[in-house]
């Protein structure tokens, strides 16, 4: 099983990208999926979820209204699309997979992790 990050990359504020997380998981559309960041010297934080269908989403309230999660389970791939960047945004994010949108959102229950990649917001 492997969960793999990319589309990090440095931005100025206010600048927009956008994340991907390929997954190599057989069960990948009975999976709902998340995204955690995790700043130095913090500790790793909830982002947002989606549920298996994609028809529930979660965000934490720091970035409702700017980021959108989304997949693709023909494409075994979950999207993160971040807009209107702060330099608070500045982390290592990272998308993880559980049993279901509960799980990840109230339970911090996951099955499975992927590895970061990284975003930087300038000021």
């Known amino acids: 099983v492997q969960l793999q990050a990319s589309g990090g990359g440095l931005v100025q504020a206010g600048g927009s990208l956008r994340l991907s997380c390929a997954a190599s998981?057989?069960?990948?559309?009975?999976?709902?999926m998340g995204w955690f960041r995790q700043a130095p010297g913090k500790e790793r934080e909830f982002v947002a979820a989606?549920?298996?269908?994609?028809?529930?989403?979660y965000y934490a309230d720091s970035v409702k209204g700017r980021f959108t999660v989304s997949r693709d389970n023909a494409k075994n791939t979950v999207y993160l699309q971040m807009n209107s960047l702060k330099p608070e945004d500045t982390a290592e994010y990272y998308c993880a997979a559980g049993a279901t949108l509960g799980h990840i959102v109230r339970d911090k229950i996951i099955d499975y992790w992927g590895k970061g990649t990284q975003v930087t917001v300038s000021s």
């Open positions: 989606i549920s298996w269908g994609g028809g529930s989403t």
């Open positions: 998981i057989r069960t990948f559309s009975d999976l709902a």
